[in-house]
């Protein structure tokens, strides 16, 4: 299948960051450090703020302190921030390991703010990889509603569209933290929308091979995230009968960059459950224009769910990762 971005793309990364999410700044420091150009830290795994300090200590790791950072927001569309995910990433989202405090300190304005003003400057050179909830995201749609179809699209983790949730029967935490900012996200008028969803992540695993490698080949950004994966393949050993972890969000963000060949996806609409009911976070595919009513009135926007990539996209992402010149 056709890749959604090119060389010319820049990307704009939305995150919660925990483990996995630093794995994916990892990735896209080592193979589109120098079109990575705004990070926004969004309540999720952790705090907003608390993702934004751990984002601010990997670049600095990285010697990328020039990326700026703002920081998203902190409670979803409806109800409040419900503390995170301390079971799965730690109570610091690294998994207890130590980052160096940075000087890098925070840019003033928060992250809609930031979207915004990279929508203005790269405006369809721009592509947007959200691996949080997506409140921050459909904030900024507020605050611009002609933003999807201004940019080169979106690349999101989340849902759970053939498989079982992650957080509830239904839903994948992503979507499930906050399913009315996920339904606005959705229903935009994207150029295109790509959903890497647990039915593909669940599929590509690190395991402790992966990582070894990652720490010997990479340098202080590498070897720190390597070191935060033992957390996770401590919290997903249980479940899986192997110590191995899901690759969720670096996924999200190779086939972003295009890296990682997506072999089989879903083309049509995607929907969310907003009720209140055990299925709030569920996500579906309208059976039939009549099915579900669109959310706008009117638009209909037809997702590229991801269910299948490449076998090699462990290797590539670890290639990805190590390589960061630091």
């Known amino acids: ?7 010319d793309t820049v990307f704009y990364l939305d995150c919660d960051t925990g483990i996995d999410d630093s794995l994916a700044i990892a990735y896209l420091l080592g193979t589109a450090r120098d079109r990575l150009v705004g990070i926004g830290a969004t309540s999720g795994n952790v705090s907003a703020a608390a993702g934004a300090e751990n984002t601010l200590r990997l670049l600095g790791l990285a010697g990328a302190t020039g990326i700026p950072v703002a920081l998203g927001e902190h409670h979803p569309r409806r109800g409040e921030f419900d503390g995170g995910a301390p079971h799965v990433h730690g109570a610091d989202g690294v998994g207890g390991v130590a980052l160096p405090v940075t000087d890098a300190r925070l840019v003033a304005e928060d992250a809609v703010e930031l979207l915004a003003d990279l ?12 691996i949080a909830p997506l409140t921050t995201v459909a904030r900024a749609l507020d605050v611009v509603p002609d933003l999807a179809s201004r940019v080169d699209g979106i690349t999101l983790m989340g849902g759970a569209v053939t498989v079982p949730g992650n957080i509830t029967p239904f839903a994948e935490a992503n979507i499930a933290n906050d399913a009315d900012g996920a339904a606005h ?3 935009a008028d994207w150029h295109t929308i790509t959903v890497v969803p647990l039915d593909v992540t669940m599929q590509h695993r690190f395991e402790p091979r992966h990582t070894a490698r ?36 670096p996924l999200a963000a190779a086939i972003a960059v295009g890296d990682v060949a997506v072999v089989d996806a879903l083309h049509d609409e995607l929907h969310v459950d907003v009720t209140d009911s055990p299925e709030r976070g569920r996500t579906f595919r309208a059976a039939s224009p009549a099915t579900v009513p669109p959310s706008d009135g009117g638009r209909r926007t037809t997702v590229t769910t991801v269910l299948g990539v490449g076998d090699d996209a462990a290797d590539r992402i670890l290639r990805g ?3 960061d010149p630091r």
């Open 214 to 249: 990652l720490a010997r080949d990479g340098g202080p950004l590498a070897q720190a995230v390597s070191a935060m994966f033992e957390a996770y393949f401590d919290f997903y050993e249980p479940g899986l009968g192997v110590r191995a972890a899901p690759l969720h969000d």
């Open 119 to 130: 929508v203005e400057r790269h405006g369809e050179r721009l592509h947007i990889i959200a």
């Open 185 to 187: 996200v959705l229903a």
């Open 321 to 323: 990762a190590a390589s």
């Open 1 to 7: 299948m056709t890749d959604t971005t090119t060389p």
